[in-house]
């Protein structure tokens, strides 16, 4: 079994007797194993070096304490909440594979059972005929309605009809399943950003949201896939999916210091109940094995 990242953290404390550049360069090197970008591992070390030279800081649980304070400062997290009384629509954006099509199941049964009676989903990956399926089947688990056209036809026409849909029945949530395929990205981004206009004409004002789904195991990928994207619409939040907080996971710090862009839900396993809001001194603590 993998250790995870506060085992390594850990072992390394044990196995050095000073605190000095040797340590620092291995905990460079213990960071970007737990997926947080060499370029952001190299600049938290040197302010972490910096901070408990000039403070005369150490003992190994100071330095963890100011190690987790220069993390938490770049893990950001945001609270999704769909406006009650008016069309809300959701873009959920990610590439095949990351659990991109359970995470909306997971986040509608969410907001159905939090109350939030009108929520529909569009099957706008309209290329793989699986995904259409796979929502369908979602849909009549978890009692909710889902709007799709025929494998092939326009994703732009399935969220217009899914966000009519909504707006028939007064305030509701739109959550829209895109397709990911990043093979070519200039087809994709044209086709995200034809989507994008008609979610954007849907939605009431302030209503519309860009979420990317990112598998938390895949490291510097995940990150990849959020610039791609994030350059394509301006992605306002992360789902981060198979996170179990183990070796890897740290993936969160660098797309909150690189792109800006904050954490919503975390999930933690294939069922609709493992999913919720991210927590960023709990993510910090897990890590870090604190």
């Not at 099957?123 to 796979?134: K, L, P, V, Y």
């Not at 490291?219 to 350059?231: D, H, I, K, M, S």
Request: with cysteine.
């Amino acid at each position: 079994m993998k250790k995870s990242f506060g085992e390594k953290l850990k072992s390394l404390f044990s196995k050095k007797a000073a605190i000095n550049d040797d340590f620092y360069d291995e905990l460079i090197e213990l960071l970007v194993e737990g997926d947080i970008g060499a370029k952001t591992s190299y600049e938290i070390v040197d302010e972490l070096q910096k901070i408990c030279s000039d403070n005369k800081i150490r003992e190994q649980d100071q330095i963890l304490q100011e190690l987790k304070k220069l993390l938490l400062a770049n893990v950001k997290s945001v609270e999704l909440a769909p406006q009650k009384d008016k069309v809300n629509v959701w873009m959920i954006l990610g590439v095949n594979g990351v659990g991109k099509t359970t995470s909306v199941a997971k986040m509608a049964k969410y907001y159905k059972d939090s109350g939030f009676d009108n929520v529909v989903l569009a099957s706008a990956d309209t290329f793989r005929a699986a995904a259409i399926e796979q929502l369908d089947l979602h849909g009549s688990r978890i009692g909710v309605r889902v709007v799709s056209h025929q494998h092939g036809s326009d994703p732009s026409a399935v969220v217009y009809d899914a966000a009519e849909a909504v707006r028939a029945k007064g305030p509701g949530l739109v959550l829209a399943d895109t397709a990911g395929r990043l093979h070519n990205k200039e087809n994709l981004v044209r086709e995200l950003q034809k989507i994008d206009k008609t979610c954007r004409s849907k939605a009431d004002e302030g209503c519309y949201k860009k979420i990317i789904v990112i598998d938390a195991t895949t490291g510097q990928n995940a990150l990849r896939q959020a610039e791609v994207f994030n350059e394509a619409v301006d992605v306002d939040a992360v789902i981060m999916t198979k996170y179990d907080s183990t070796a890897k996971g740290g993936v969160a710090v660098t797309i909150g210091r690189e792109l800006g862009i904050p954490v919503a839900f975390i999930c933690t396993g294939e069922k609709y109940e493992n999913i919720g809001f991210f927590n960023p001194e709990e993510y910090v603590d897990d890590f870090l094995g604190l």
